[in-house]
């Protein structure tokens, strides 16, 4: 028996688990790895965070539709549309670090020589009392 659930729920729940992949790839990259993968995600054009907010956008679309006819509350509608608000606002706040992301995933040897990494865990230690 085929399964019954239709290929763009499919999709979604394909897409999620990837997000998971890369989520799981990200805690473990080193720091230009870091910048690539954040850089490409964050990027609110063809990055993950702008294809979101475009989805986002287009479900608010989708929802005034549905809630215009009755079958949809309008309170979904409006939470959609303030998501896909707060989405946009946060895609402007973020593309004034896109440089920044392109700047940290291609280090210079220069920066890289003149200033050792600092160890972060230092800051976790903690010291016994006598």
């Known amino acids: 028996m085929p ?6 729920v499919l999709l979604a729940d394909n897409i999620a ?5 890369l989520a799981q790839h990200l805690s ?9 993968i954040l850089g490409r995600v964050l990027d609110v054009q063809d990055g993950i965070l ?3 907010t475009t989805l986002v956008e287009t479900g608010a679309r989708s929802t005034r539709a549905h809630a ?9 509608w409006l939470a959609m549309g303030r998501a896909a608000n707060d989405l ?3 895609c402007a706040e973020l593309s004034d670090h896109a440089t ?4 940290l995933a291609r280090p210079t040897r220069a920066d890289t020589a003149a200033r050792p ?3 972060v865990a230092a800051a976790f230690v903690t010291r016994r009392h006598r």
């Open 117 to 119: 990494p600092a160890p």
């Open 50 to 52: 702008g294809q979101v």
């Open 3 to 8: 399964d019954p659930t239709p290929y763009p």
């Open 88 to 90: 946009n606002g946060l």
């Open 28 to 36: 473990q990259a080193p720091p230009e790895q870091t910048a690539q």
């Open 68 to 76: 215009e006819q009755g079958t949809f509350p309008p309170e979904v």
């Open 100 to 103: 920044d992301f392109q700047r």
């Open 17 to 21: 688990r990837q997000l998971g992949l």
